[in-house]
């Protein structure tokens, strides 16, 4: 009895976090179990659910830019209890999307692309923000002006994937950080 009401509420709790954040994020509707959802499923054998469907992001945001490179940040938030590791994205807005992380190189901040992706650990969350690991756009095609939306998709190591739009907004501090003229780690490209 008890464990029915633990399974209910869990499930409502689910549908709220994804209602929640239904202006921001485009829920796959492929493969909803809802409907389906085994009355008597024992606690303790974790079911491999679709990672798309269990992955959110709070506030997902763009840099501004004219054109070239830019970032994009929010906190991917990980409602399953399984590990979910994010290794590649893509967007309209550029062919050249890389998951970023930025270290200390002898003292200098470089930015590279991160080694086996972000990892969103079971029930928790991974903070993508100026600075740390982000969402590198490359080759932005058209400048990303303030309040401008501009879709990702990211797919996971089990080719999952997950999609939401970031809004455009002015970021002034770091700004040296997502510069063209910034060291990538070995590549030395300086005007
Ligand atoms: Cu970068």
Redesign the pocket.
């Known amino acids: 009895m008890s464990s029915r009401f633990t399974l209910s509420a869990l499930a409502l709790a689910t549908v709220v976090v994804v209602a929640s954040c239904g202006s921001t994020e485009e829920t796959p509707t492929a493969a909803a179990p809802a409907t389906t959802a085994p009355a008597a499923a024992p606690a303790t054998s974790a079911a491999p659910a679709p990672a798309g469907a269990t992955l959110s992001i709070t506030d997902p945001w763009v840099k501004t830019a004219k054109e070239g490179?830019t970032?994009a940040f929010g906190t991917l938030v990980n409602n399953s209890a399984a590990d979910i590791t994010v290794v590649s994205g893509t967007s309209p807005l550029s062919p050249m999307i890389?998951l970023?992380e930025?270290v200390d190189q002898d003292g200098k901040m470089v930015?590279?692309p991160k080694q086996g992706g972000f990892v969103i650990p079971a029930g928790g969350s991974h903070e993508l923000k100026p600075g740390g690991d982000?969402i590198?756009i490359?080759d932005a095609k058209e400048p990303v002006d303030p309040g401008a939306e501009v879709p990702f998709t990211l797919t996971f190591a089990d080719g999952g994937t997950f999609e939401f739009t970031a809004i455009g907004k002015d970021f002034a501090g770091a700004k040296e950080?997502?510069q063209p003229g910034?060291d990538?780690g070995g590549e030395s490209d300086n005007g």
């Open positions: 490179m970032a890389e970023h930025v930015m590279q982000h590198m490359m950080d997502y910034m990538m």
